[in-house]
C-alpha cells in the first residue's frame, strides 16, 4: 500500500533550482514529520533534512543554506527546495515520514531522481 508519492526531480543545470514534493497518497492519512535522503550508486543512504512536528527543520552536510523544507498544508504534503544545485548533488532522493490515521506509521516515498549538468 503507498502512503507517500513524491514529484518533482528531474535534470537541472548546476546552479539552478528544483522543488521536491513528497503528498500522502490518501486525504486521512496525516504527515507528522519527515526526513528527507539521498542516495547514489555505491553509497549509503544519507540523510539530509529532518522537519519535526512544529515545522522546524534542521539540516545536515553540504545542503546546509541551499535547501529548504516546509509544510505544503493545502496538500498535505512536504516540500524539498534545493537551490544552487550542484553536480554532487545528483542522487535518488527519498522522503521519510512519520504518519497517522487512527494509528502512527513509517512510511517512505518511492524515490525520485535528481541530475545535475555542470
Known amino acids: 500500500q503507498v502512503s507517500l508519492v513524491e514529484s518533482g526531480g528531474g535534470l537541472v543545470q548546476a546552479g539552478g533550482s528544483l522543488r521536491l514534493s513528497c503528498a500522502a497518497a490518501?486525504?486521512?492519512?496525516?504527515?507528522?514529520?519527515m526526513d528527507w535522503y539521498r542516495q547514489t550508486p555505491g553509497k549509503t543512504r544519507e540523510l539530509i533534512a529532518s522537519m519535526d512536528y512544529d515545522g522546524s527543520a534542521q539540516y545536515f552536510g553540504s545542503v546546509k543554506g541551499r535547501f529548504t523544507v516546509g509544510r505544503d498544508g493545502a496538500k498535505n504534503a512536504v516540500y524539498l527546495q534545493m537551490n544552487s544545485l550542484r553536480p554532487e548533488d545528483t542522487a535518488v532522493y527519498y522522503c521519510?515520514?512519520?504518519?497517522?490515521?487512527?494509528?502512527?506509521?513509517?512510511?517512505w516515498g518511492q524515490g525520485i531522481q535528481v541530475t545535475v549538468s555542470s
Open positions: 490518501e486525504i486521512n492519512l496525516s504527515i507528522n514529520t
Open positions: 521519510k515520514a512519520e504518519m497517522s490515521y487512527l494509528r502512527k506509521f513509517e512510511a
